[in-house]
Nanobody, 126 residues
């Protein structure tokens, strides 16, 4: 049974840092395309960062480039999103996602996402 369980969300001040984790079970992260999405109140879900299965290339939403870093620990089977210099507009529920599609990086659209976590809330506020 495939499961994705996020953790690490919380309240953080603007300019601060936070690391989100997504523990995967039922499949191995290095055998999947994986990514992070977020949904802010009243807004549509958007892809934040991803790692493509075929070549492990990463891709980021423009507004988080240089501030967020996606990575995975294949020995622990955990996906991470390191968030630095956070801004109030980063406030959202963050979801991890996975796909078996080799050429889809789970960020631009979500049509190939097969598995979702339940999300973790990040609030950026002073």
């Amino acid at each position: 049974q495939v499961q994705l369980v996020e953790s690490g969300g919380g309240l953080v001040q603007p300019g601060g840092s936070l690391r989100l984790s997504c523990a995967a079970s039922g499949f191995t992260l290095d055998g999947a395309g994986v990514g992070w999405y977020r949904q802010a109140p009243g807004k549509e879900r958007e892809g934040v960062a991803c790692i493509k299965r075929s070549d492990s290339l990463t891709d980021y939403l423009n507004s988080v480039k240089g501030r967020f870093t996606i990575s995975r620990d294949v020995t622990k089977n955990v996906l991470y999103l390191q968030m630095t210099n956070v801004k109030p507009e980063d406030t959202a529920v963050y979801y991890c996602a996975a796909t078996s599609n080799s050429n889809f990086c789970p960020r631009v659209g979500d049509q190939w996402v097969e598995y979702w976590g339940k999300g973790t809330l990040v609030t950026v506020s002073s």
